[in-house]
């Protein structure tokens, strides 16, 4: 529906502009408070950097899973 296409998006970098990085440890985990959750998951929507260090930090956590997964077994 937009009509642009550029790699950034329309509009700018996300509410406040402030990057959500630092926070992307305990919000995987689960750690952050339910605001602070909801700012995080509104930027990463917005954010395609963030996003992608996300996708980073989230594939620690699903490894130490498997391993307990595996260790109950
Ligand atoms: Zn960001």
């Known amino acids: 529906m937009a009509p642009g ?3 950034e998006g329309p509009g700018g970098r996300g509410p406040g502009g402030a ?8 919000y995987v985990l689960g750690a952050l408070a339910p605001a602070e959750d909801r700012r995080v998951t509104d930027h990463l929507a917005d954010c395609d950097p963030c996003g992608a260090a996300y996708l980073e930090v989230a594939d620690t956590p699903s490894l130490l899973a498997l391993c307990d997964e595996d260790d109950l077994l």
């Open 19 to 26: 990057h959500v990085r630092a926070l992307l440890g305990a």
């Open 5 to 7: 296409g550029g790699p």
